[in-house]
């Protein structure tokens, strides 16, 4: 999460050099040199880690850190192989798991035997290629590959149907538009079929809506969707539910099937977000000591940190006809927002979804420039179950 922020910052940075929209303030190439941005990169996310992680852990007395692989002997006993070979019987009244998640890699033909990229690859890479092709229509794909434009790589885009799936379809519009509108190439329903590696460079098979197709590129990152890591716990043999593709099934409360084992984090079936992780690791630990604390993802806010931003929170249109309501919806384009005008920068939409019986807000969609900070206004009205009305007579800043 941070090591990508700070590229996605930095891009931003070098874009505003290449390009800002304000007459009398003179553009200009930016010098990129990606090994410079990965070793601060790298010294920030060393920083945080002890300062967020490894110092909490070594200053208290009543946590024992033990490094190895572990995996489950029976519902109360874990088994510790340590790295050099020996192994180590750990019981315990609870368990946590927490194991998070790795890059998933689909089934392409030879794409095992290239040097292809995963989202830490790229994010760590010192090198920046001519060309990239970004294999995956998700947030972490759209973020990377815009970043990785703006620091001066030419990238396309492969989605296999359109941009953020999950999300309603105006949205996804409204950013391939803005992204299509800086120089990315966008190939939506367009698969990867085929890969090979020669003389440094990808040659890739694809599935278009118009047929077979081949593109060449200098690099190519893979960015799917991630798995979860449960695969060697031996979950199987104490009788843990997964669903299909892995993931601990959990309740709003991080309780598995088993009454003692508990799951927060990207390994569970919870939504893949670091704020969620750690609010679900907050309510599990609650639990597991007796306490009675649970996750209501009714207004969790999602963000793309792509430009325009891209920010969610409750239903969607859709979603909300899927179970009975019927709703008023109204789509805002920023050429109408005072404060997208004085930043001469219109692209996006913001798009509101009200329970029409009662005419509260149950949904937001927001393609912005701040779309992230918005969010949480829509957020909090959702939670607190205001009307279009009540939202409407709150005093906001000007523009």
Not at 195 to 203: L, P, Q, S
Not at 222 to 248: C, Y
Request: glycine share 6%; aromatic share 4%; hydrophobic share 40%.
């Amino acid at each position: 999460c941070v090591p990508s922020k700070i590229m996605i910052r930095a891009s931003q940075i070098a874009q505003h050099q290449r390009q800002n929209p304000f007459d009398g303030i003179q553009n200009q190439s930016p010098q990129v040199d990606k090994a410079a941005l990965v070793h601060q990169m790298s010294a920030r996310v060393d920083e945080l880690r002890y300062a967020k992680y490894e110092h909490i852990l070594e200053s208290q007395e009543r946590i024992s850190l033990i490094k190895g692989h572990a995996s489950f002997k029976n519902t109360t006993t874990l088994v510790v192989t340590k790295g050099d070979g020996r192994s180590k019987e750990i019981t315990a009244d609870r368990i946590l798991v927490a194991s998070g998640s790795r890059p998933f890699i689909p089934a392409i033909e030879g794409l095992s035997e290239t040097p292809y990229w995963t989202s830490t690859e790229a994010q760590f890479s010192d090198k920046l290629p001519a060309q990239l092709t970004v294999i995956g229509s998700s947030s972490t794909a759209l973020e990377l590959a815009q970043a990785f434009h703006r620091l001066g790589s030419k990238v396309t885009i492969l989605a296999r149907k359109s941009l953020l799936t999950r999300e309603d379809p105006a949205v996804g519009k409204a950013l391939q538009q803005a992204l299509v509108a800086e120089g990315l190439a966008v190939r939506t329903n367009t698969q990867a079929n085929a890969v090979r590696y020669d003389n440094n460079r990808f040659y890739l098979e694809l599935a278009t809506p118009n047929g077979s197709e081949s593109l060449v590129s200098d690099q190519l990152l893979v960015a799917v969707g991630r798995s979860p890591n449960t695969d060697r716990l031996e979950l199987d043999r104490i009788g843990l539910e997964t669903d299909q593709n892995g993931f601990i099934k959990v309740d709003s409360r991080g309780r598995t099937n088993i009454e003692q084992i508990y799951a927060a984090g990207d390994c569970s079936t919870m939504p893949q977000f670091v704020y969620v992780a750690a609010a679900a690791g907050n309510r599990a630990a609650i639990n597991m000591t007796g306490g009675e604390a649970s996750l209501d993802l009714l207004t969790m806010p999602s963000v793309v940190f792509t430009d325009p931003q891209v920010a969610t929170v409750g239903m969607t249109e859709q979603q909300a006809k899927d179970i009975g309501l019927r709703t008023v919806s109204r789509i805002l384009t920023l050429d109408n927002v005072p404060r997208a005008l004085a930043n001469f920068d219109t692209q996006g939409i913001i798009k509101l979804v009200v329970n029409q019986a009662n005419q509260r807000l149950i949904g937001a969609q927001v393609v912005a420039g701040e779309a992230g900070e918005v969010i949480q206004s829509a957020a909090l009205a959702i939670r607190n179950n205001m009307t279009v009305t009540e939202l409407a007579d709150q005093l906001f800043p000007h523009l």
